[in-house]
């Protein structure tokens, strides 16, 4: 089946600095999320992308939907400590029913 | 607050057992999924309902069943518990039922002992 791989699988960041994760897939994919899971919640729509080479910022965040359609990254500018969570990648083919296929998602720590 | 709301938000049992359960999506939405989310395997697809009728079936056991009602509030019945049924359950709902832009409730985590 498919796969999305995300790496890195964590990561610890520094108040100020800018950070980046991406996800690779064996097969392509008609749409990208990212979502950002918190402790004890589930996971919350960051960026959807929609359109092969498609970049898109929400605040210090930006995503971008790779021109192969088998990959995706998100960058977090500025980072402060709020932005602590697991950060998942899905992928979506088709538009007949849901199936998203999620990564194994990046876990973002502080830097103590 | 996403709007989906999921219990129970902690369940304890044991082997063997049934448990239920349940999720009331966000007002308007007509579609609601199940994640399974476990240490190992990461989030997992289960099932999709969309107005009452299943739309997309993932990975999920023959041990397992889901439906949506017409409130449009979804259950998911997980029987014969095994210990590696142990996980977190998300429901999510969107309004349209192709989207990938998923609300999550707040999860219901399982612990079969």
């Known amino acids: 089946g498919q796969q999305l791989n995300q790496s890195p699988q964590s990561m610890f960041i520094q108040e100020g600095e800018d950070v980046s994760m991406n996800c690779t897939s064996s097969?392509?994919?008609?749409?990208w999320l990212w979502y950002k899971q918190e402790p004890g919640e589930g996971p919350v729509l960051l960026i959807a992308?929609?359109?092969?080479?498609e970049l898109t910022s929400n605040g210090r965040l930006t995503a971008q939907f790779g021109i192969t359609r088998k990959d995706s990254f998100l960058n977090i500018s500025a980072s402060i400590p709020s932005d602590v969570g697991i950060y998942f990648c899905?992928?979506?083919?088709?538009?007949?029913?849901?199936?998203?296929?999620f990564g194994g998602g990046t876990r973002v720590l502080v830097k103590p | 607050d996403s709007g989906v709301t999921q219990t129970p938000k902690h369940l304890i049992t044991a082997t063997g057992q049934r448990v239920t359960l349940r999720c009331s999506p966000r007002?308007?939405?007509?579609?609601v999924y199940w994640y399974q989310q476990s240490l190992d395997q990461g989030l997992q697809f289960l099932i999709q309902?969309?107005?009452?009728?299943?739309?997309a079936k993932g990975n999920i056991l023959e041990r397992f069943s889901a439906q949506q009602f017409p409130d449009l509030h979804s259950e998911l019945n997980l029987s014969s518990l095994e210990l590696g049924d142990s996980a977190l359950y998300f429901c999510?709902?969107?309004?349209?039922?192709?989207?990938?832009?998923?609300?999550f409730g707040e999860g219901s985590r399982l612990t079969v002992l």
């Open positions: 007002s308007g939405d007509l579609s």
């Open positions: 899905a992928g979506q083919l088709g538009t007949a029913g849901n199936k998203l296929t």
């Open positions: 097969s392509i994919f008609n749409t």
């Open positions: 992308l929609y359109k092969a080479g």
């Open positions: 309902y969309y107005n009452g009728e299943e739309r």
């Open positions: 999510a709902s969107s309004v349209r039922g192709s989207t990938g832009e998923l609300f």
